[in-house]
């Protein structure tokens, strides 16, 4: 694959948790640093969180202590666990190289009920 693939969305109540994950090839696994990115209806497209080789990595300032962003080296993944979701985290979640994207994958769609 040539793009990072998206899983782990669905529709969950406000208050409740999911855990996303994004698979990426070796290259760009172990090359770039990778980022959540999300988009809401009518919305543009918002960095969320971030694991960067350097200090500091950029995370939203409405998700802070509520997402945490991880990854696992063995298996290209990165993963975006969600806790005390909220009715405006709702939008399509993607994953993508920083700080210049590659081509946008589909992407995993959340919906949080209120």
């Known amino acids: 694959q040539v793009q990072p693939v998206e899983s782990g969305g669905g529709l969950v109540q406000a208050g409740g948790s999911l855990r996303l994950s994004c698979a990426a090839s070796?290259?760009?696994?172990?090359?770039?640093?990778m980022g959540w990115y999300r988009q809401a209806p009518g919305k543009q497209r918002e960095l969320v969180a971030a694991?960067?080789?350097?200090?500091?990595?950029p995370i939203a300032d409405s998700v802070k202590g509520r997402f945490t962003i991880s990854r696992d080296n063995a298996k290209n993944t990165v993963y975006l666990q969600m806790n005390s979701l909220k009715p405006e985290d709702t939008a399509v979640y993607y994953c993508?190289?920083?700080?210049?994207?590659?081509?946008w994958g589909q992407g995993t769609q959340v919906t949080v009920s209120s």
């Open positions: 993508n190289t920083l700080p210049y994207p590659l081509a």
């Open positions: 070796g290259s760009i696994f172990n090359h770039h640093d």
């Open positions: 694991i960067t080789v350097g200090p500091s990595p």
